[in-house]
């Protein structure tokens, strides 16, 4: 899969901090634990991290899951021209 972090993060309003994205397309991909199990936990920890910065942090945070979908494709090792899009984590 090829994602474009700061693509995604950019349009969820975080500028170029991609954390937040490349934990959900962790959690989407790795199959570690149940995608609803490990959603609600990366909210969680997101919530509790940004809690302090004020609920709009909070909110563009929690959208990059929206955004997911849209940026990743399914792609080979070292080939990102694919435009087949998967949808990838949360929703809105």
């Known amino acids: 899969f090829a994602i474009d972090g700061y693509a995604v993060a950019t349009s969820a309003g975080l500028g170029r901090l991609?954390?937040?994205?490349?934990?959900?397309?962790?959690f989407a991909l790795a199959d570690v634990l149940p995608q609803d199990e490990a959603?609600?936990?990366l909210r969680r920890s997101i919530?509790?991290?940004?809690?302090?910065?004020?609920?709009?942090?909070?909110?563009?945070?929690?959208s990059t899951g929206c955004c997911l979908g849209r940026s990743a494709r399914n792609s080979p090792a070292g080939h990102t021209n694919d435009t087949e899009d998967q949808a990838i984590g949360g929703t809105c």
């Open 47 to 62: 919530t509790e991290s940004w809690g302090k910065r004020g609920p709009e942090v909070v909110k563009r945070n929690l």
């Open 39 to 41: 959603f609600a936990a």
């Open 18 to 26: 991609i954390n937040s994205v490349m934990q959900a397309c962790f």
